[in-house]
């Protein structure tokens, strides 16, 4: 089936709304609890790391009732329309932590955290297993991950442009902080909104409700989706370790935070231009090709973001630009993987899970945030960075270079290693998918036989 252009705008809206509460996140809130709410580094990854890992057990929740879900409004829709708000207010308590001493302060920002997390899970899982809904085509699949892409692309960027300029201040960072996420809780649920009305699920299924048996079986013995959960672990633990440091690479090894948005400009640009053409690299060399020579241009910007010297800032913004390039191809490929997977679960076992497969792969997603998060923090942490000070010391300036560059090449390396044995290409699936549409044509046959008189 053929996507209309309203289908992917309101697609791409749908994870602009998600990067409102996501992005601020994952791009400022080590940021924020460090300097501005004055909670040291090393606990700061530690409440990254319990909270993701919470994060995707609720991943795992909110698939099972996500597959439980039926409603006039389909399975996924609902939980944008009536998930939002909360959603986003949540944003805004995160990112607001009182003066309450560090015990206090770390309490709050366990809980608030934890719920934001929540809240997220309710909302971004029916979202993601809205593509494997929409259409089976794996080209199309392609353009709603371009799609989407491009949609937490624009907040990324625009993230940059209103955050990055507030970083020298602590003092009005947390003004501009709640500011921001305030005015984002309008323009959230609006987008929120554009998708609801624009998302339609039309893959049919022949079990409504599916059991909690049948999905766990479902999960057991899809390959595929196993061996791209730990590929995508890996990557996006490397991924998030880079976004968690880059603010910090930008003000104190490059000596100026406004470098960090000409990096995120380079970044976003490249994923705005490159996205559209993920589709073509699909048709020409396949997912599993691309996803390996995107992976590739990472690392050798990841090792030259750690060696870069801080006297020529723009040879080190160059390189984050070539782990833009990267990204932006291995992230649109892995929503697109991600869909392929439910095909595969439901030629395998006769059960269609779009929202315990989504589930998983996004709880992988929560791993890879508490890690790279985490590993962002100790690696600074244990280097000596000290929150507030004006100057680091030589050994927390490597710190924050490793973060940025050794970590994620090592863990792009391990990634490349495990899709390199990735067995769902395009031809086989396109088998598979010829498959299970011959198997639901031959029991609606047969049905209708069976209901005919006499027989």
């Known amino acids: 089936m053929k996507l209309r252009i309203s289908q992917l ?13 996501f992005s601020m996140a994952s791009m400022f809130l080590l940021l924020y609890y460090t300097d501005v709410a004055g909670i040291p580094a090393a606990a700061a990854g530690t409440i990254f790391l319990v909270v993701r890992i919470w994060d995707g057990i609720g991943d795992l929740i909110a698939g099972r009732l996500v597959d439980k879900t039926s409603s006039r409004w389909g399975k996924f829709r609902p939980w944008l329309l009536f998930g939002s708000v909360p959603l986003l207010l949540l944003s805004v308590a995160t990112f607001h932590v009182p003066d309450w001493g560090l015990t206090g302060k770390l309490i709050y920002a366990y809980v608030t955290y934890a719920a934001l997390a929540m809240a997220y899970s309710l909302v971004n899982i029916p979202y993601g297993s809205l593509a494997a809904a929409m259409t089976q085509d794996s080209i199309e699949r392609s353009k709603l991950a371009t799609a989407r892409t491009m949609g937490a692309a624009a907040i990324m960027l625009l993230l940059a442009f209103v955050i990055s300029p507030q970083v020298k201040n602590a003092e009005n960072l947390q003004y501009s902080l709640t500011m921001t996420t305030l005015v984002f809780v309008v323009v959230g649920v609006a987008l929120y909104l554009f998708t609801f009305a624009t998302a339609r699920e039309t893959v049919h299924r022949d079990i409504e409700h599916v059991s909690l048996k049948q999905s766990l079986i479902t999960l057991k013995r899809n390959r595929p989706l196993i061996l791209l959960c730990a590929s995508s672990l890996f990557f996006l633990t490397a991924m998030f370790s880079l976004q968690k440091i880059g603010i910090y690479y930008a003000r104190d090894v490059l000596g100026n935070a406004n470098y960090y948005i000409a990096i995120t400009v380079a970044q976003i640009g490249l994923m705005f231009g490159l996205a ?17 020579g995107g992976a590739l241009v990472m690392i050798v910007g990841s090792l030259g973001v750690l060696f870069a010297p801080a006297s020529m800032p723009y040879v080190a913004i160059g390189f984050f630009v070539l782990i833009g390039a990267g990204l932006a191809v291995v992230n649109v490929l892995l929503w ?3 869909a392929d997977t439910v095909e595969y679960g439901e030629w395998k076992t006769g059960a269609r899970t779009e929202g315990a497969t989504y589930a998983v ?35 927390a300036l490597w710190g924050i270079r490793a973060a940025a ?44 036989q069976a209901s005919m008189p006499g027989a």
């Open 361 to 395: 792969f996004s709880f992988v997603r929560k791993l890879g945030q508490a890690f790279g998060g985490s590993a962002a923090a100790y690696t600074i942490g244990l280097a000596g960075y000290v929150g507030g000070a004006q100057v680091q010391s030589a050994s």
């Open 9 to 21: 705008f309101g697609y791409a809206a749908g994870d602009a709304g998600n990067n409102l509460a």
């Open 336 to 338: 697109s993987f991600e």
């Open 276 to 292: 559209p053409f993920v589709p073509k690299i699909v048709r020409r060399f396949g997912k599993k090709n691309g996803y390996i």
């Open 405 to 448: 560059g050794l970590v994620p090449a090592v863990l792009a390396g391990i990634a490349i290693a495990i899709m390199v044995v990735y067995p769902l290409t395009e031809k086989r699936f396109r088998e598979i998918t010829a498959e299970v549409v011959q198997r639901r044509a031959e029991r609606d046959a047969e049905d209708s």
